[in-house]
Nanobody
Framework: VQLQASGGGLVQAGGSLRLSCAASRSIVVSINSMGWFRQDPGKQRDLVAAITSGGSTVYGDSVKGRFTISRDSAKNTVYLQMNSLKPEDTAEYYC????????WGQGTLVTVSS
C-alpha cells in the first residue's frame, strides 16, 4: 500500500475530525504534492485541500477557513484538520500524492449529521 488513509467517521454538525494520509517510502522521495479530494455518489471528485513539498497550500472554496492541511515530513504523513463540519461535508474522502503519476489512497468516509 503506497498511501494509507485514516480518520473518517461520524460526527455531528459543528464538530471536528482529523484525517491522516501516510505515504510509503517507495513514493515519498518523488512526491511533489499531497492532499485530499472528496466525492459524493454520482458526483465528480472535488479537491478539498493540497500541500506542496514546499509547504504551499490550496483549498476548495467550500472548506476555506474551516479545514487545515498540514504535513509531518518525518512521518511522511499529511493531515486534514476539519472543523465546523457541515452536513454537506459528508462524502468519501480520498488522499492523493502527485509524483510522476497520481497515487490514490483508499477512501475514508466522513459523515456529518445535522
Amino acid at each position: 500500500v503506497q498511501l494509507q488513509a485514516s480518520g473518517g467517521g461520524l460526527v455531528q454538525a459543528g464538530g471536528s475530525l482529523r484525517l491522516s494520509c501516510a505515504a510509503s517510502r517507495s513514493i515519498v522521495v518523488s512526491i511533489n504534492s499531497m492532499g485530499w479530494f472528496r466525492q459524493d455518489p454520482g458526483k465528480q471528485r472535488d479537491l478539498v485541500a493540497a500541500i506542496t513539498s514546499g509547504g504551499s497550500t490550496v483549498y476548495g472554496d467550500s472548506v476555506k477557513g474551516r479545514f487545515t492541511i498540514s504535513r509531518d515530513s518525518a512521518k511522511n504523513t499529511v493531515y486534514l484538520q476539519m472543523n465546523s463540519l457541515k452536513p454537506e461535508d459528508t462524502a468519501e474522502y480520498y488522499c492523493f500524492a502527485d509524483s510522476k503519476t497520481r497515487h490514490w489512497g483508499q477512501g475514508t468516509l466522513v459523515t456529518v449529521s445535522s
